[in-house]
Structures are given as structure tokens and as C-alpha cells.
């Protein structure tokens, strides 16, 4: 995948994303990791959110090769979209730098172990991780800031209007950390 079709992928995904956005009651929250205490449980009747860890989702890690994806029936083409999407993983899109999975988009209901998604306030970030990196978008364009928590090579990147979460970037902490810097483009 070229950078181009990256960038052009990210804008999509951040402008469906501001479009679609609201905030949402918190789902479960793991204890694990990187988090600080977690907050309450669930209700009984609301079902649990799809969680990205930072080694990728169910079936899908980060470092895959899009073959490889595509043999076990994970990755279908979608005529709607700029390039190839994750089966049954609506809320979360693959991208791929020299054929290996890189970074993954999250848009809700999708969650890190920490219970953190899009519309959690960005308190609750830098409570649930003990560190991270404050990124500041370039002055009079129409990006998001950035908060960067990194686990080694791995982190995420959580990019947010100054008060809440709008979308969240997982993978490789230097391919999200280009993306922010780099910004976005058409494909």
C-alpha cells in the first residue's frame, strides 16, 4: 500500500468517525496492562465491546501478512472502500505498510483493555495509562491533538478534541506516531 492510499484511508476513517461520534456509557474495563484501577462492571444487559489489544484483535495481529489475512478469509475487499477490510470487524480498520498489517483504526464500540474508547474523556486516558505523550496538531488546520501511549514498539494513539477521545490508532507506536506527524492526504 502506498503512503498515499494510507493517508487517504486515515482521512476517511477520521471523517466518519467526527461524523458518527458521540459519547457512549463506558464499557468493561480490564485491569490489565498498562491501567490504573478499572471502573464498574458492565450492566447485566449490555454486551461487551470488542477489544484491540496491543498485539491486534481476535484473529488479526499486528505484523500479519495481508496474504495471510486473506487465506483465513479475515481480509475481504470492499467495493465502498479505499482498500481491504477486516471480516466481521466493522469498527475496525486494517492498515498495511509493505504488505504487513501496521495499525489499526478503531471507531466505537471498539475498546483497549483499559476501557477506553471513542467518547471517553481524555481524563480517564491519562488515568487508565501511566504515561503518555501529548501531540499537538499544527495550528489552523482541522486535525486532533494527540495523546501517544506507548508499550515498547506497540501503542496507541488516541486523538481527541481537548475534552474527549474521536478516534483511536493501535499498532506500531513509530507508524502511528508518522501518521500524526505526516497527516492526512487523498489517496
Not at 18 to 33: C, E, M, T
Not at 66 to 77: A, F, Q
Not at 154 to 175: C, E, M, N, P, S
Request: a negative charge.
Amino acid at each position: 500500500m502506498k503512503l498515499r492510499q494510507f493517508v487517504f484511508i486515515a482521512t476517511l476513517l477520521a471523517a466518519a468517525s467526527i461524523a458518527g461520534s458521540g459519547v457512549r456509557p463506558q464499557g468493561s474495563v480490564d485491569a490489565g496492562g498498562d491501567a490504573r484501577p478499572p471502573g464498574p462492571p458492565p450492566d447485566a444487559g449490555q454486551s461487551a465491546d470488542e477489544v484491540v489489544d496491543l498485539n491486534g484483535l481476535r484473529n488479526v495481529e499486528f505484523g500479519d501478512t495481508e496474504e495471510d489475512l486473506t487465506r483465513r478469509g479475515m481480509l475481504t475487499s470492499d467495493v465502498d472502500a479505499c482498500g481491504p477490510t477486516l471480516a466481521g470487524h466493522g469498527a475496525v480498520s486494517p492498515i498495511f505498510v509493505d504488505n504487513r498489517l501496521v495499525l489499526l483504526w478503531l471507531d466505537d464500540p471498539v475498546r483497549t483493555p483499559q476501557g477506553i474508547g471513542v467518547g471517553t474523556p481524555i481524563d480517564e486516558v491519562r488515568a487508565r495509562y501511566r504515561s503518555v505523550s501529548p501531540l499537538d496538531a499544527p495550528q489552523r488546520t482541522y486535525r486532533f491533538d494527540g495523546l501517544l501511549a506507548r508499550s515498547g514498539d506497540r501503542g496507541y494513539l488516541f486523538l481527541h478534541d481537548g475534552h474527549t477521545v474521536r478516534k483511536i490508532i493501535a499498532g506500531y507506536a513509530d507508524w502511528a506516531r508518522r501518521l500524526f506527524d505526516e497527516g492526512y492526504g487523498p489517496c
